[in-house]
């Protein structure tokens, strides 16, 4: 159970941190000091819903087709090695800096609009969590919830440390090295689960 929920925490923490337009908003909302707790709660039920669905929806998909499991363990290691070698890229080429600044959304209700856009019309999300997520939960065969809650932990750890440490992270992330590190870092982790699910 400890393993399933470690690899879990660690995959859903790899893909989360990938610098994308949900990221960018909570960022941003967390350095204008506007509806931060409601936008990382927002973020991080969303995610474990999805996280829910793709591993409980997969397990009993898995059983109506055996073939279904393998052809996703391969489908996911192939996006885990191309997503891990775009990040590489990105660090390669440098030059990325988050603009955080700019007018954060005043009223609640538009703001959670906007963040449920991102999250739920994102193709993105759908694929990280309910696809990825789901099909390598199925590597862990009667531990599949654990794993889930592994991959959701993640959510909420990250979406509320960004939330709330954005301030702190502004001057850091106004450097394009740091991107580069977080980049290369996003890509060690995602070949590395790779290698692990190629090779058992």
Request: charged share 5%; net charge positive; glycine share 12%.
């Amino acid at each position: 159970m400890h393993t399933a929920y470690v690899s879990g925490f660690q995959l859903g923490l790899g893909l989360i941190l990938a610098i994308g337009a949900q990221n960018a908003f909570v960022l941003r909302q967390g350095l204008e000091g506007t509806h931060v707790f409601a936008v990382a709660l927002f973020c991080s039920v969303s995610d474990a819903v999805l996280i829910a669905l793709g591993v409980s929806g997969f397990a009993i998909a898995s059983r109506a087709l055996p073939w279904l499991g393998p052809v996703l363990l391969w489908g996911g290691v192939a996006f885990l090695m191309v997503y891990g070698a775009r990040c590489a890229w990105q660090a390669l080429q440098g030059g990325a800096v988050l603009r955080a600044g700019g007018r954060a959304y005043a009223k609640l209700w538009p703001t959670l609009l906007m963040v449920g856009a991102m999250t739920w019309l994102n193709p993105h999300v759908w694929l990280d969590t309910v696809v990825l997520v789901g099909s390598i939960s199925a590597q862990y065969p009667g531990r599949t919830a654990a794993f889930g809650l592994g991959a959701g932990s993640a959510s909420f750890a990250f979406f509320f440390t960004l939330a709330y440490g954005a301030r702190l992270l502004q001057p850091v992330f106004a450097r394009p090295a740091a991107w580069r590190v977080l980049d290369l870092a996003i890509a060690l982790v995602m070949w590395s689960i790779a290698w692990s699910l190629a090779t058992g």
